[in-house]
């Protein structure tokens, strides 16, 4: 690592170097998924692509929400509502670690003045019924990314297996940028005619989605949302295989898949209004997981599952 | 003229000095460190194995393990395993074809290669088979490949797109064998792709890339020379070396931490340790927090101030050194350690409001949580605890108000935020909490101390208000769960009920406790069957008596005596019975004793009454029978008030004067007189003897 790096100067610029940087190592740079999702995971590009055998690349930005760590913006790293920088590559090549170390070097992390470790983290998503092995990235001591290799997903052996790269945007930036508090952040370029800073941007919604989530967000209509989603889900999977109007054979599983988000959303929401005891606790990470394992099953009858329509015809 | 068989080796003549060293690498991304130490071992175990069982011995074995290798060193191995020969005799000449055929399958060979031998049931045919010796190489590649494919990690992972399975990616296989004269040899293999070869590469990041080495102590240099310390041992000993020295050089101290110091020896290859500062806003926060919270999140040792007993500082082991002797990457640690305090602050603070505004919030929170779905709420549990705590209060001499209080707030942290985050500050948490809400500190004291004994070894609570709650609580989930039926079976009991049981033990053996289980019991969980609970709590006593060489069949004796669901009793009974059948009175007594009730109950049998009363001195004709009377006539005497006073050592004595007199009696004595007064008489005597000792124990119980 002897090639010196400019550090970057913002949070967007980190992100722009990682989009880049992945970029040149052949992924598809996707956008965020345009609902509300725990993770980076939930995206379709990698629950969902992680399925079948079909290789696949993808890197993209996903805003996330945990509505239970929302510290109305005070807590210097802790986010209601924050952003996951996902790549997920399947295969997952044999060089995988170098890539990722490859990727800090982008952003400005001097392999030679820090302590890089990979320490135990296996990853589990009761909800998506999904599991893998790896590490959890530590940097000085502090986690920068979670690095996965699937193992299973919806309740599917996945083969072959994809390796997953999560980065907690928010985190790793602070930490290059040398900042204490995340409000602190430059956002934007610091020394632009309108510089913003992370605080500017998102502390007024820190707190507003603070005060919702813990306190006032109608717990009724949650659990009938989460209800309706559920049942949404299993409906739209119920479908016939063949669309009855264009004659083809559409299985709907991103629709179906669509609704176990929500689902799973709601849920996050109820358990942050503390309404859910430990043993209903259960029952509704089982509930998401039934829907998540039907999707999964949908997905690995459509083509980008890997389903080989004219192995079905010749049979 | 007899000829010695020649020995093996000089079947095969070879080199003399020819006993190789094996070198094995297995290079992969990194172990987990928990799982590396077992690794290492099952490394060894099973290429010592396989190789011993093809024939291969050696002279010596070392494994190793760092967090990207697991590494093997066996010396003076045979280079080639030995010719076996092995005799077999078939069938007789002139057997059927068949059987002819079907030997000479078996035994791999052809027609002219048998040889015909006299027997003294005729000509037999013999075959010779001989299975001869393979090189090292050959039979190395074939142990290293199976145990590869068949290796016992806790868990393992496929990746890319192969199917092989590995804790995490394998990415190199190092095999030689190196001959005395230096010169190494590749063994050749591929397992999925992965072809053995001869390198290998140092430390990740400190390291030049990959090298090729040619025995094992070449190896051992080469890495040392890229920043890797193969022995994890070595590690431990420098880390913790350089921990206590750099905390002896600021006056302070590291708090010792066997588990973590391994743990970490686990995650570098490249040990440094660093030591840093608290930050002065987090040292208000109690030791516990700080020491968990820097344990589970960043492993870093804590580091702590002798004359206050404060934690103060935290060393943390990097994985390399740098140019600026650690400085960057200390002070992240420290940022993130800030951030972690932060948050535990947080928690901390808000705890403490809730804790001084009386708790309610927690506890009316309890009403939310599921303790069991038939058991209800963890408020309801609360409530029921806190009934029973009130119940069982005076028998510990507590004051019934007193142990409500603590019964009501013992579980409130459970609630709490730190509890959330830190579930092992359960209790801890509790006190502290307790403490703040200016509650008695006899209140805050069983917060913590309640959930006390939970294993064997334990200390069980002896303040009275706490081993009040911590009686309530368990006896509420013993009763509770025998109401709805979820008892241990076998192997299976998930919610801990021996534990528990054993809990109970210890806190009313050790406290002195007196009180009649069953009564307890018909105050806790309604509908649980009380006597089928006691007899499983016996069952625990049984064990945990075992432990101190208590024999069951002497507990038995005294289990079934009236009042066995006063453990203490109990016990105490017990105890003086073990002690007094180890004397030599006490064995002669029990074997006295033993021949009066045979006597007497072979007589009822077939007389067909039952002999217990009307012995009368005046039917007595010779001498040793009047002594029997007498010493009878004292024993009863003594072990009445003595047996009222529970005083058992003393009527256990009073027993052991009877030895004498009976033995006598059987001496001189013969029971079936033809005179049938004189008869029933000594047989009324005799029942006087079991109706005597019966009342101490049941000695028909004691083995022996």
Known sequence: ?315 | MTVNPPPQTALHPRKVNDMPDLLIELFSEEIPARMQGKAAEDLKKRITDGLVDAGLTYAGAAAFSTPRRLTLALEGLLAESPTVREERKGPKVGAPEKAIEGFLRGAGLTMDQLEERDTPKGAVYFATIEKPGRPAAEIIAEVLEATIRNFPWPKSMRWGAGALRWVRPLHSILCILTNEAGEAEVVDLDIDGIKSGNTTEGHRFMGSGRFAVTSFDDYAVKLKRDHVVLDPAERADAIWQDATNQAFASGLEVVEDQGLLREVAGLVEWPVVLMGAIDEEFLELPAEVLQTSMKEHQKFFSVKNPKTGRIEKFITVANRETKDQGATILAGNQKVLSARLADAKFFWTNDLRVAKSGMEAWTDQLSNVTFHNKLGTQAARIDRITALSRDIAPVLGVDADLAEQAARVAKADLSSEMVYEFPELQGLMGRYYAEAAGLPSDVAAACEEHYSPLGPSDDVPTAPVSATVALADKIDTLTGFWAIDEKPTGSKDPYALRRAALGVIRLVLENGVRASLVEVFGKGYEGADAADLLSFFHDRLKVYLKDEGLRHDVIDACLSMPGNDDLTLLVKRARALGAFLKTDDGENLLQGYKRANNILTQAEDKDGVEYSFGADVKFAETDEEKALFAALDQAAAAIAPAMQGEDFEAAMSAMAALRAPIDAFFEGVQVNSDNEIVRRNRLNLLSRIRQICGGVADLTRVEG
């Open chain 1, 1 to 315: 690592m002897t090639e010196t790096i400019s550090k970057p100067r913002s949070f967007q610029e980190i992100i722009l170097r990682l989009q880049n940087y992945w970029a040149g190592k052949g992924c598809a740079v996707m956008q965020p998924y345009d609902m509300e999702v725990g993770a980076g995971t939930f995206h379709p590009a990698t629950t969902l692509r992680s399925l079948g055998s079909r290789p696949w690349a993808a890197a993209y930005v996903q805003p996330s929400r945990r509505p239970t760590d929302g510290r109305y913006g005070e807590n210097p790293n802790r986010l209601q509502h924050y952003y996951q920088y996902q790549v997920l590559i399947k295969p997952s090549p044999p060089n995988l670690q170098e890539l990722y170390l490859g990727s800090l070097a982008a952003i400005g992390i001097d392999m030679d003045m820090h302590d890089i470790r990979f320490v135990e983290d296996d990853w589990e998503s009761p909800t998506l019924g999904a599991w893998g092995l790896g590490w959890e990235v530590w940097c000085d001591g502090m986690e920068v990314s979670q690095f996965t290799y699937f193992q299973q997903v919806g309740g599917h052996d996945c083969t072959p297996v994809s390796g997953e790269l999560t980065y907690g945007l928010e985190r790793l930036a602070m930490y290059i940028l040398g900042v204490d508090h995340v409000m602190d952040m430059p956002f934007n370029d610091p020394d632009g005619t309108i510089a913003l800073s992370y605080g500017d941007v998102f502390k007024q919604t820190e707190e507003e989605y603070a005060r919702w989530n813990f306190d006032v967000a109608n717990t009724d209509v949650l659990l009938k949302q989460f209800e309706e989603a559920e049942a949404e889900c299993e409906k739209i999977l119920a479908q016939e295989h063949m669309d009855p109007k264009t004659g083809k054979r559409i299985i709907m599983a991103h629709p179906a898949y669509d609704q176990c988000i929500k689902a799973s959303h709601l849920f996050n929401l109820l358990d942050a209004r503390g309404v859910i005891s430990v043993t209903e606790r259960q029952a509704y990470i089982g509930r998401v997981r039934a829907l998540a394992k039907q999707c999964a099953d949908a997905f690995v009858l459509t083509t980008a599952g890997g389903y080989d329509a004219t192995a079905e015809a010749g049979a």
